[in-house]
């Protein structure tokens, strides 16, 4: 198993395929593996690099709170594309990821060919439209009763969760990436999430090709993601029919689709 040492811990990263780089970066309490989708389709076109995110996955979990944050997660990811010797490439966040991948956006333009941006927002979530689960309850599990009980919480409370679980399959994919995460990871990478601060006055900064995908169903992200739209110059925007927030699962073909004209428009272009 593949792991690099970079800013003080090791981080667990896969790489297949030829081809220019096609970076993917996951959400919150997910790993690599939730782009099982993605990697099939791509790798025939593309070098395709995925990691799991400090305290996630097989990646090395810090106990300290100070060691998670948006901030931090981007330099780890400009330290692995170093390693790998990646000048350029193509970079695709989901969620949280999405986070990374505007942040990483903001300090190394230079090293993107283009952006894709999946089912995320500049800082700003509408909470309003989904059931907001109780943070402190969710770090009372984890630090008490271990990932186990949260993953049954969240079966039990989350609707964003409700179409993936709703398929064995998928349930037991998300299920497998869900345990992997270690309470104090899962606890401080949330907290890196609601402690981010928004970056929607700073999108006029981004120039680079932007793709925006968001599942018709994944309600909280519908306006932050015109939002995104609306900030980078350029950018197209495509709502993935029947989708909700883990819209690479959930519907794989369109995403794939998308993402794959999107990144022959931008070869085209140049």
């Avoid at 990483?104 to 059931?131: C, K, N, P, Y």
């Avoid at 907290?191 to 599942?215: C, D, F, H, N, Y």
Wanted: hydrophobic share 40%.
């Amino acid at each position: 198993m593949p792991s690099q040492r970079m800013n003080n811990l090791e981080l667990y990263y896969e790489v297949v395929g030829e081809g220019w780089p096609l970076v993917f970066v996951h959400g919150f309490s997910g790993n690599l593996t939730g782009w099982a989708f993605q990697i099939p389709a791509f790798a025939p076109h593309y070098q395709t690099v995925c990691f799991d995110l400090r305290g996630h996955g097989r990646s090395e979990h810090p106990t300290s709170p100070e060691a998670y944050s948006i901030d931090l997660f981007a330099a780890d990811l400009h330290g692995l594309l170093r390693f790998l010797d990646v000048e350029t490439c193509y970079l695709v966040g989901h969620s949280m990821g999405g986070m990374v991948a505007l942040e990483f956006a903001f300090r190394h333009q230079e090293m993107l060919r283009a952006l894709v941006l999946m089912d995320t927002s500049s800082g700003e979530i509408d909470r309003h439209l989904g059931v907001v689960l109780p943070r402190d309850k969710l770090e009372e599990l984890a630090r008490n009763q271990g990932m186990e009980a949260v993953f049954e919480f969240n079966l039990a409370h989350n609707p964003q969760l409700q179409q993936l679980l709703a398929d064995p399959e998928l349930k037991h994919l998300y299920k497998e990436q869900f345990l992997l995460n270690s309470p104090h990871g899962y606890i401080y990478s949330g907290r890196a999430v609601e402690g981010w601060v928004p970056v929607t006055g700073r999108l006029s900064q981004i120039k680079m090709p932007t793709l925006i995908l968001v599942g018709e169903n994944d309600l909280p992200f519908l306006r932050p993601s015109q939002v995104l739209h609306q900030g980078i110059a350029g950018s197209e925007l495509v709502v993935i029919p029947g989708a909700g927030h883990t819209s690479m699962a959930e519907a794989p073909e369109a995403v794939n689709q998308a993402i794959m004209d999107f990144l022959q428009r931008v070869d085209g272009s140049r």
